[in-house]
């Protein structure tokens, strides 16, 4: 028959040994020589300091021509960047879905190319007194055949400034007017006879005015007093220079 001893004086002094350290590694108490994950580097340092996140990555726009007049600048892309969904800030490139320079005027054409993509559009405009703005559609740009389209994820932008900083007016929840696309026109947010952006088949002439979808100041203006809240600033009229829509998504 086998007999045990039971060993009951201190606990054996087991060290690891290394050429390299200065003095011998004495693991931490529980099973012999583990140490846990303590000393474990898990990556949340070089995340927690935002060096990897998305809204610090540049954004590569692809498919504009070099010949094609920009409208949408990089720096003002990353800007717009951090105020999309989550999942729309993922991808680092964004593909143009259409510009008038490099597609031409025609507002079928744009809806033509828009309604291929199945991600979200940025409408991005240029005016004839160099002012910048425009509108997010989630669900994308397609023509809606008499109906609204757009979900709750959806917001009208201002650039403010001579810089890149945006002001963004998000979905109230007022109502449902997210987008109006039609083929003799096409417009984002409305209620009580405005719309908070309007343009005509010509891509040309177009409007913005405060509206209960976005409770947004006009576009194509300077910022309304403090307190405004852009309710009194009635319907101010632009020209359209430039145009372009991005397909943004985790396919584009």
């Known amino acids: 028959m086998t007999s045990f001893l039971t060993y009951r004086g201190p606990p054996p002094d087991i060290t690891h040994g290394s050429p390299f350290a200065s003095s011998p590694f004495v693991p931490a108490s ?10 474990w580097n898990k990556g949340f340092d070089t995340a927690s300091d935002g060096s990897n996140s998305p ?29 999309l969904p989550p999942r729309a800030r993922l991808p680092r490139s964004w593909t143009l879905l259409f510009s008038i320079d490099q597609h031409g005027i025609s507002l079928h054409t ?19 007194d160099d002012r910048c703005f425009g509108a997010w559609v989630a669900d994308g740009i397609r023509e809606g055949h008499g109906s609204y389209i757009g979900s709750g994820e959806s917001f009208l932008w201002k650039v403010i400034g001579d810089g890149d900083k945006v002001r963004v007016f998000k979905w109230t929840g007022k109502n449902d007017y997210v987008a109006l696309c039609e083929p003799e026109s096409i417009s984002f947010g409305g209620g009580d006879g405005h719309y908070g952006l309007y343009l005509d088949e010509t ?9 209960p979808t976005f409770n947004n100041d006009p576009l194509c203006t300077s910022d309304p007093s403090p307190g405004d809240g852009g309710s009194n600033c009635g319907t101010a009229t632009f020209e359209c220079v430039g145009l372009e829509v991005w397909g943004v998504g985790l396919l584009s």
């Open 110 to 128: 744009l809806y033509a190319r828009c309604g291929a993509h199945a991600g979200g559009a940025l409408l991005v405009i240029r005016t004839a």
């Open 203 to 211: 891509l040309y002439e177009g409007s913005s005015a405060h509206c």
């Open 55 to 83: 809204d610090r990555r540049g954004v590569q726009l692809l498919g504009r021509k070099e010949s094609t007049r920009v409208v949408l600048e990089t720096s003002l892309a990353i800007a717009l960047r951090s105020h």
């Open 30 to 39: 529980g099973a012999p020589g583990f140490d846990g994950d303590r000393a």
